[in-house]
């Protein structure tokens, strides 16, 4: 009757562990299902957003800067006798050429087309060297080890930047902003470091702020990378970048 007991209780036992193992599994293969369509579907929307970039940088450079150049060109060439008019068409034509500069600006910020031309490294230069003539952070820039990643990662990486530099700029007030690369072990590393006014990770994720960094994470995931964020109000901004190339 004992032994009778036990095989009972041995096969019950089983059985649930059978069970309990069915489950876990099941909701392990759940996760990774659903990590998998979230990364395809952010993927889909980065990729979506870059497109409408693309179309936008190109009107802007392919359409509208002929036509603002053509009427510069015709407020130039016409014939007035009063002083006062000419003053007016040279104000005019100044303002054409600011409008002109602020719109390959935008384009460039939209589409780098060095990016396309000469690889990441030299679009991130570039932008760097146009962000300190413009605002008064001064941004380092450091090789360690010179890096090769995948063409369809650059713009990934490159938006990267941008999003740790505009959000330096804009919410940290930070004097110097410090930006490093290297590669080790197969993956590309970056870190930055800025002297701002740091802020709470917590907080900054839960209000409007926190969109950038959402897309820092969202941009990372989709690489298969690493972000880590150190920050504290009044220390500070680290970031620190690991994608596998």
Do not use: W
């Not at 060095?114 to 146009?130: P, S, Y």
């Amino acid at each position: 009757m004992e032994t009778k007991i036990l095989n009972i209780t041995i096969l019950v036992s089983l059985i649930l562990t059978v069970i309990i193992i069915y489950f876990f599994v099941s909701i392990i293969r759940y996760h990774r299902r659903y990590m998998r369509l979230q990364r395809e579907k952010i993927f889909a929307e980065i990729t979506i957003r870059e497109n409408e970039r693309k179309r936008i940088a190109n009107d802007l450079h392919d359409s509208l800067g002929p036509l603002l150049s053509a009427v510069k060109l015709n407020i130039g060439s016409v014939d007035v006798e009063a002083p006062s008019d000419r003053e007016v068409l040279d104000k005019t034509g100044g303002y054409l050429d600011e409008i002109i500069g602020s719109m390959r600006r935008i384009s460039h910020d939209l589409l780098p087309n060095t990016l396309e031309r000469k690889g990441l490294l030299e679009a991130i230069r570039e932008f760097i060297n146009q962000v300190n003539t413009r605002q008064s952070v001064s941004i380092q820039l450091y090789i360690v080890k010179e890096f090769k990643i995948p063409k369809e990662k650059e713009i990934h990486v490159f938006r990267m930047i941008q999003e740790i530099v505009h959000n330096t700029i804009k919410h940290s007030h930070a004097k110097t902003l410090q930006i490093g690369f290297s590669e080790e072990g197969g993956s590309l590393l970056c870190l930055t470091r800025d002297d701002g006014n740091g802020f709470d990770k917590e907080k900054v994720l839960a209000g409007s702020n926190g969109l950038g960094l959402r897309s820092l994470e969202s941009r990372c995931e989709i690489l298969n990378g690493i972000l880590t964020l150190d920050s504290a109000p009044g220390s500070g901004t680290n970031y620190f970048i690991k994608i596998p190339v």
